[in-house]
């Protein structure tokens, strides 16, 4: 009898070594990982991808919506939830892209750090969204590259906020990479400028790039509002249809984020007009490209769009 309780002893002992090493493996600062970096959860690749560049070795950033995705009508999962709640920091566009989502988001910043990028644009440079979607404001502020740097500005003054160990290397990354979006917004303005001025019309899926419009000298319709939950009906597509033939515009563009086959209906509604129309490419609008290529960047994303809309608009 002795013997055995000097045997679970033994054993209650080791386990209890056991759990102290997990317990102490799994210890931590709450919002870093393992190597102390900080935990950033954002909802879109953009905004991803500029917490990468500003964050650099010092984060660990998860992206929730991929390639392709929708975030006007994207859902978050329980796995979404639990990538939310281990963040320290969590970015999001606001101004409504996120559509359900944002009430999660808004109760979440009552416990920790959560910036909406597109809400920290002076309202006086925002466009109304009410003619075209329902919502107070367009949030496609990315297609105005001088937008995306003050996006740019409001994740390094968050990190800096949750990190102020690494506040000058966030700066100086920052300062970096807002260099680069200097150099793109004049490489765009370029590109733009070449085509003739009666060709400059962009014609797309839903009105995405009211923004992109205003900044670089281009007309802009989407046969639906700015948010793709708003449906769209006989009477868009025949206007749209309408508004190719009489202004004989040659070409219209799908999105990666948008199915392609509304925008099938008005190249054959103009072809039984006598009019011929193509797609010109395809855009990234609200998603970019998959990860490891150009269009998975920011950057490379812009660029992708400007020289897909030159081809097919020159």
């Given at each position: 009898?002795?013997?055995?309780?000097?045997?679970?002893?033994?054993?209650?002992?080791?386990?209890?070594?056991?759990?102290?090493?997990?317990?102490?493996?799994?210890?931590?600062?709450?919002?870093?990982?393992?190597?102390?970096?900080?935990?950033?959860?954002a909802?879109?690749?953009?905004?991803?991808?500029?917490?990468?560049?500003?964050?650099?070795?010092?984060?660990?950033?998860?992206?929730?919506?991929?390639?392709?995705?929708?975030?006007?009508?994207?859902?978050?999962?329980?796995?979404?939830?639990?990538?939310?709640?281990?963040a320290?920091?969590?970015?999001?566009?606001?101004?409504?892209?996120?559509?359900?989502?944002?009430?999660?988001?808004?109760?979440?910043s009552?416990?920790?750090?959560?910036?909406?990028?597109?809400?920290?644009?002076?309202?006086?440079?925002?466009?109304?969204?009410?003619?075209?979607?329902?919502?107070?404001?367009?949030?496609?502020?990315?297609?105005?590259?001088?937008h995306?740097?003050?996006?740019?500005?409001a994740?390094?003054d968050?990190?800096?906020?949750?990190?102020?160990?690494h506040?000058?290397?966030?700066?100086?990354?920052?300062?970096?990479?807002?260099e680069?979006?200097e150099?793109?917004?004049?490489?765009?303005?370029?590109?733009?400028?070449?085509?003739?001025e009666?060709?400059?019309?962009?014609?797309?899926?839903?009105?995405?790039?009211?923004?992109?419009?205003?900044?670089y000298?281009?007309?802009?319709?989407?046969?639906?509002?700015?948010?793709?939950a708003?449906?769209?009906?006989?009477?868009?597509?025949?206007?749209?249809?309408?508004?190719?033939?009489?202004?004989?515009?040659?070409?219209?563009?799908?999105?990666?984020?948008?199915?392609?086959?509304a925008?099938?209906?008005?190249?054959?509604?103009?072809?039984?007009?006598?009019?011929?129309?193509?797609?010109?490419?395809?855009?990234f609008?609200?998603a970019?490209?998959?990860?490891?290529?150009?269009?998975?960047?920011?950057?490379?994303?812009?660029?992708?769009?400007?020289?897909?809309?030159?081809?097919?608009?020159k």
């Amino acid at each position: 009898m002795v013997k055995m309780r000097s045997i679970q002893r033994g054993v209650m002992t080791m386990a209890c070594v056991v759990l102290i090493i997990v317990l102490t493996a799994c210890s931590g600062t709450p919002g870093t990982d393992a190597n102390g970096k900080v935990q950033v959860t954002a909802t879109t690749g953009m905004i991803a991808d500029v917490a990468r560049e500003v964050g650099g070795a010092y984060v660990e950033v998860t992206g929730l919506m991929g390639p392709g995705v929708d975030p006007h009508l994207y859902k978050a999962s329980q796995g979404d939830i639990r990538k939310l709640e281990q963040a320290k920091v969590i970015f999001y566009n606001g101004l409504h892209l996120e559509g359900k989502m944002t009430s999660i988001l808004e109760k979440m910043s009552k416990s920790k750090l959560v910036t909406a990028v597109a809400e920290k644009i002076p309202v006086e440079e925002l466009h109304s969204g009410q003619a075209t979607g329902g919502t107070e404001y367009d949030p496609h502020v990315w297609f105005n590259v001088k937008h995306w740097m003050r996006a740019t500005e409001a994740v390094r003054d968050t990190l800096v906020e949750a990190d102020p160990d690494h506040a000058e290397q966030y700066k100086t990354q920052a300062t970096a990479y807002l260099e680069k979006l200097e150099a793109l917004d004049a490489e765009v303005r370029e590109k733009i400028g070449q085509i003739p001025e009666e060709s400059r019309v962009l014609v797309t899926a839903h009105d995405a790039f009211g923004y992109f419009g205003q900044a670089y000298g281009i007309k802009v319709m989407g046969l639906q509002g700015i948010s793709t939950a708003a449906e769209y009906g006989a009477k868009d597509v025949s206007e749209l249809r309408d508004f190719l033939v009489e202004n004989q515009i040659k070409a219209v563009f799908i999105e990666s984020s948008v199915p392609a086959k509304a925008m099938e209906a008005i190249i054959a509604g103009a072809a039984e007009k006598g009019h011929t129309v193509s797609i010109g490419g395809e855009l990234f609008s609200d998603a970019m490209g998959a990860e490891g290529t150009a269009e998975g960047t920011y950057i490379g994303m812009v660029r992708h769009n400007v020289e897909t809309m030159a081809a097919a608009l020159k």
